[in-house]
C-alpha cells in the first residue's frame, strides 16, 4: 500500500470510527417492539454492549447492558448501584423501556456536559442553534438509519433524574490543565486505526458501501454500524490512555462525586446512565472508591435487525 492510498485508508477509518464515537459519548440508544431483559449472567468481566447473530451469522441485535452493583466487603454501603449502558441512537422502544425502569430507581444520574443543574425539557431541546457538532452528526445518523435520538426521548423532567457532568467551562479548564487538545484524540484515532489495519481486514469501509447500495439501507447500514460498535472498548482505552482523559476519566469522577453525594442523602438505590465507552473505567472505579462488586448482567435490546 503506496502513502497515498494509506492517506485514503486512514481518512475513510477515522471517519468510521468517529462516527462510532459521536454515537457513544453523549446521549443514547435503542428500539424494539420486543426489549427483553435477558438471564442474569456472571458478569466477571462485564461487558456494555454485545452484537447479537442468528445461525447464519447475520447481525440481528445491539444490546447494552445494565450491570448491578452491590457491597464487595462488611462494611461499604448496603446500596445498589446499575452501570446503564447508553449508545445515543436507538429504537423507540428501548427508551420507552428506560423511562420505566428508570422510575423505579431513587436517583438516575444522567451524562451531558451541561452547565449544573440542567434539565432537558421533554422532546429534547427545540430552539435554533441548539447542541454541537456532535449532537448534529448524531441527529444526522438517527435519520439515516431510522432510529430515535436518545435527548429527544428519555424523560429527563422526572425528579429523579439528576445531572452528574462536567460543566463546558469545567470540561475546557479540565483539558486546559490537562494539556489535552482535540488534536490528541485525532492522534490516537490515528494511531488506533493504524493498528488495526496491521491486524488485517478492511475495516468495514466495503461493507458499509454495499449497504449504501442495499435495497433496504437502513437496516443493511444498521448492521454494518453494529458491528464496528465491537470496536468501542478498545476505542476508548486508547482515548484514555495511561494517565486518563477529561473525556472519560475526568466525567466519570465527576459522576461519582454525585454519587457519593446521592448516598450520603440515604438514596439505597441509583442509576447511573452513561455511554457505553465509559462503564469499564467507572466499574473499577466503583470497586476501588465504593468496595461495590458487578452481581448481576441484565441485557436490553437496542437495535432490532431481524
Known amino acids: 500500500m503506496n502513502f497515498y492510498n494509506s492517506l485514503q485508508y486512514f481518512r475513510r477509518r477515522l471517519c468510521l470510527l468517529l462516527a462510532v464515537f459521536g454515537l457513544?459519548?453523549?446521549?443514547?440508544?435503542?428500539?424494539?417492539?420486543e426489549v427483553v431483559a435477558k438471564p442474569a449472567e456472571n458478569p466477571a468481566s462485564a461487558k456494555y454492549l454485545r452484537v447479537v447473530r442468528d445461525a447464519q451469522d447475520r447481525t440481528i441485535g445491539l444490546e447494552t447492558a445494565i450491570v448491578s452493583f452491590g457491597p464487595a466487603t462488611p462494611d461499604a454501603a448496603?446500596?445498589?448501584?446499575?452501570l446503564v449502558a447508553a449508545v445515543h441512537i436507538a429504537d423507540k422502544g428501548y427508551y420507552q423501556e428506560l423511562n420505566k425502569r428508570f422510575a423505579g430507581y431513587d436517583a438516575v444520574l444522567y451524562e451531558l456536559?451541561?452547565?449544573?443543574g440542567t434539565r432537558i425539557p421533554k422532546g429534547g431541546r427545540k430552539e435554533k442553534g441548539a447542541g454541537n457538532v456532535l449532537s448534529a452528526m448524531q441527529l444526522g445518523m438517527k435519520d439515516l438509519l431510522k432510529l430515535e435520538f436518545q435527548l429527544e426521548q428519555v424523560d429527563y423532567t422526572r425528579k429523579n433524574l439528576i445531572h452528574a457532568d462536567l460543566s463546558p467551562e469545567q470540561f475546557v479548564k479540565s483539558m486546559r490543565d490537562r494539556q489535552e487538545g482535540f488534536g490528541d484524540i485525532f492522534t490516537r484515532l490515528l494511531a488506533y486505526a493504524l493498528a488495526k489495519q496491521v491486524q488485517g481486514g478492511d475495516g468495514g469501509e466495503?461493507?458499509?458501501?454495499?449497504?449504501?447500495?442495499d435495497k433496504n439501507r437502513s437496516l443493511a447500514l444498521k448492521r454494518a454500524m453494529a458491528d464496528q460498535f465491537q470496536e468501542v472498548e478498545g476505542m476508548m482505552a486508547v482515548l484514555e490512555g495511561p494517565k486518563g482523559s477529561t473525556l472519560i476519566g475526568e466525567r466519570n469522577k465527576r459522576a461519582l462525586e454525585v454519587l457519593k453525594t446521592q448516598i450520603a442523602a440515604g438514596k439505597k438505590k441509583v442509576a447511573i446512565f452513561y455511554g457505553g465507552g465509559?462503564?469499564?473505567?467507572?466499574?473499577k472505579r466503583l470497586h476501588a472508591d465504593f468496595s461495590l462488586k458487578p452481581n448481576r448482567t441484565q441485557w436490553l435490546q437496542a437495535w432490532d435487525m431481524k
Do not use: I, R, S
Open 24 to 33: 457513544t459519548l453523549t446521549a443514547n440508544v435503542a428500539w424494539g417492539a
Open 78 to 82: 448496603n446500596v445498589q448501584v446499575d
Open 113 to 116: 456536559v451541561a452547565p449544573e
Open 206 to 213: 466495503m461493507q458499509l458501501l454495499m449497504a449504501m447500495f
Open 278 to 283: 465509559h462503564m469499564a473505567d467507572m466499574e
